[in-house]
Every structure is written in structure tokens, then in C-alpha cells.
């Protein structure tokens, strides 16, 4: 459970302090008084990533040359964004590797910006994919992180390529086959254990049955052939076509796209279910997952708040972001802490 959070410089923050005492906290306030950002240096605390922006100068203020976060929960995180990168300290202590330092406060956002899983282009998809399997686990992260440096070896050797080139292309490709091999089951691993999820939680929330289907661009009983297929065209072209860093998948509504087919509020719910399935996620492996909803009522009928907000409930923690109370069960309202921006 976090218990305080700080921010210095952070978004349009000068300095904000606030301590948290209830399980359940409602940020309440106009549009741009700063809600989303809180929630922003919340999921940066897990994650290192800001849901927004690529760009993490972007988060420290005008003329100023560092923004910092402080977060206190079972122990002290601090995270300092610099023009030029970050440093990460976890109980006064230095943790140069941002790969020892994410996921220490595991997290699940669900934000607007979220829709990009289902409209965006699917390296929107692949990076969800990416992110949540490198926080979950760690090996993957490792392997996922060797394969991008491989890859990036065989498009440079495929820009000079001569025959002479040939075995040492043929060698990176074979590693890279077995590095695809590796990432594309702990994929298939992870959405088919996402789907068992996805039946509970849309049973929960009383929504259409949501599934998430894989689509890769290869025949992976036959990563071999697939490449020498590819070959000639990967040479025209001079960067490797097919891989996992190709891949996508497809969110389905009752077996139909819901990218086609699903009105406004039924993506959003589609979005909010897939959190809620990845959490569960978590909590399978013995983990408390502090949930982050931001502005989640938009565009979501009566019926399906009530029923989010009866899920929430028996959460660990949760965080929400609205511009209104109105919609909110009295009988939530009881149990949080509203904090007025």
C-alpha cells in the first residue's frame, strides 16, 4: 500500500505532497488540474515509462534541469528524471540498472490512452505485450532485450551485404530463430493465461466475453523456411521482415473485432477487463497490485460503473481520477479518501 507520494518539478507540480490513508483514493477536479499526472508518477515509480510521452524531458518543468518523485511504501523510492536520463534509489540506495528497479511496486493503469490497444497500429500491441512481460518476469526481459540487439546486427549486416557475408548471416539468423522461438511461446503463454482471466473478469462485470488472439508473420514449426522465403526480399529491403518484432494480436468481442464492431464503451470496457485479467495476473503470483484508473467513466454506462466499482471494492489499492463524483455509489464514496485538485 503507498502511503505518501512527492513530486518536485514533476509536470505542473512545483512541489505536491500527499499522504494516503484509505484503500481507495478519488482525485476529483477539472480537466488539466493535474490528476492524470499523479497517476503519471505513480506508474513511472513501477515501470520507468510514462503512459504519455516518450519523451521524459517532457515531464520536468521549464528552465529546471531534474524532476523527482518520491513515493513511500514497505520501502523509500525515489525516482530523479534529468534532461539526459534517470536515477533510481530505493531506500537511499543507488540502483544504476533500471531493470533492478522497475517492478518493485507492481501496478496496473488503465488510462484513455489505452484505446491504441485496440485502434493504434500494432506496435502499440507489441509494446503492452513487451512491457507487462518484462515486469512480470524477468527472463523475458532478457530475452527480449538480446533479441532487439541481434536484430539490429542483421539489418546492419543486410545494408552491406555481399556473399561473402552469407555464413555470418546465416549465424544470426539461426540465434535469432531461437530467440523468436523463446519470445513467441512465453507470448502465447501469457495470453492464453490472460484469457482464463479475461472469462472470470467479464463474468464479474457481467460484459461481453473478451478473448485476445495471436497473429505472427511465420510459420513458427517452420522458422527456417519462413526466413528463407523472406530472404530476398529482406536484402531488397534491407531489414529483417519477419520476427516477433512484427507480431501483433487481436482483441475480439464475442469472436468478432473489436476494432470493427465495438461501440465507444465497449472498447473502453474491453481495455478496463484486460487490466482487471492482468491483475488477476499478479495476484495468482502472490503479488498486491495497486490499481490505476484514470478518468475511467467516460463513454461507460451506469450499469457497467456500478460493477467496476463493486470489483474495486476488493482491491488492495486503487487510484481514480475523475472530474466528477456524480456517478460514483454512495457507498464507495464512503470508503475513500477524495483528494480535491
Known sequence: MIHSLELNKFRKFDNLYLTFKNKIIIFVGANATGKTSILEAIYLISTSKSHRTTDMSSLIQYQEN???????????????????????????????????????????????????????????????LDLELSLIDKGYLRVITAYKKLLKERNELLKVYSEEKKLVLDIITTHLEEYIAKIYQLRIDFLKELNENLKIVCEKLECEQIQLTYLANYDIQKLDSSFQMKLSYDLMTKTTNIGVHRDDFRIELNQADAKEFASEGQKRNAILAIKLALKEIYRKKGQNVILLLDDIFASIDQKRINHIMEYIKNENQTFISTTSLFNIPDSLLKEAQIIRL
Do not use: H, W
Open 66 to 128: 531534474q524532476a523527482t518523485i518520491d513515493l513511500q511504501e514497505n520501502k523509500k523510492f525515489k525516482l530523479i528524471l534529468q534532461r539526459d536520463g534517470k536515477k533510481t534509489y530505493i531506500n537511499d540506495i543507488s540502483y544504476p540498472k533500471i531493470s533492478d528497479f522497475i517492478g518493485q511496486i507492481p501496478v496496473v493503469m488503465f488510462s484513455p490512452t489505452d484505446l491504441d490497444l485496440i485502434l493504434g497500429a500494432k506496435s502499440s500491441r507489441r509494446r503492452f
